[in-house]
T-cell receptor, first 113, second 114 residues
Framework: GESVGLHLPTLSVQEGDNSIINCAYS??????FIWYKQESGKGPQFIID?????DKRQGQRVTVLLNKTVKHLSLQIAATQPGDSAVYFC????????????FGKGTKLSVIP | EAGVAQSPRYKIIEKRQSVAFWCNPI?????LYWYQQILGQGPKLLIQ????????DSQLPKDRFSAERLKGVDSTLKIQPAKLEDSAVYLC????????????FGQGTRLTVV
């Protein structure tokens, strides 16, 4: 069936390095994607989103890239900090104009001081 | 601004018992969602409300799960009777309109069924 998934379950990076978290999706009709950060014991927190008519979108220290040809999404975090340690989820919005999100399994990012 | 409030934070029950979770969304948010997050997985949508009406409950196991939002503000999610596989974190989220507006999540209720 249709799903949103992640390539790597865990990622360890040195503080100050850049992090790249990848995500594959299978529904070619998906037109809106979101990255969430979830710290232990907390709910998911919105990081950045991107629509299918875009290839790249930048925020503060984060960049999301979308490759529709291979149905791949990535989140780049610049100058990774200890506070970035969390589980990162990509999600696709399948409901037309709504926030009915389908989440992937998540990647755990650990920042080594 | 106050966020989405959920209670209780933790709940442990025996299988076949009943349990209820409560959610108070951000003031003024018309849309409310309940998600189930099993350990090691991403959240899965259970039900979406727009004001006090159900927009989508296609993934809600209706034989044991029920949810209501009677006055279009607070919401409760109930499980009766609970099964071991219901052990999960139940997340409530709300958004202003439900259409291309960011959803804010509460901290969740961690349910353990033994």
């Amino acid at each position: 069936g249709e799903s949103v998934g992640l390539h790597l379950p865990t990622l360890s990076v040195q503080e100050g390095d850049n992090s790249i978290i990848n995500c594959a999706y299978s529904n070619s009709a998906s037109d809106y994607f979101i990255w969430y950060k979830q710290e232990s014991g907390k709910g998911p927190q919105f990081i950045i989103d991107i629509r299918s008519n875009m290839d790249k979108r930048q925020g503060q220290r984060v960049t999301v890239l979308l490759n529709k040809t291979v149905k791949h999404l990535s989140l780049q975090i610049a100058a990774t900090q200890p506070g970035d340690s969390a589980v990162y989820f990509c999600a696709e919005n399948r409901g037309a104009g709504s926030y009915q999100l389908t989440f992937g399994k998540g990647t755990k990012l650990s920042v080594i001081p | 601004e106050a966020g989405v409030a959920q209670s209780p934070r933790y709940k442990i029950i025996e299988k076949r018992q009943s349990v209820a979770f409560w959610c108070n969304p951000i003031s003024g948010h018309a849309t409310l969602y309940w998600y189930q997050q099993i350990l090691g997985q991403g959240p899965k949508l259970l039900i979406q409300f727009q004001n006090n009406g159900v927009v989508d409950d296609s993934q809600l196991p209706k034989d044991r799960f029920s949810a209501e939002r009677l006055k279009g503000v607070d919401s409760t999610l109930k499980i009766q009777p609970a099964k071991l596989e219901d052990s999960a974190v139940y997340l409530c989220a709300s958004s202003l309109t439900g259409e291309d507006t960011e959803a804010f999540f509460g901290q969740g209720t961690r349910l353990t069924v033994v």
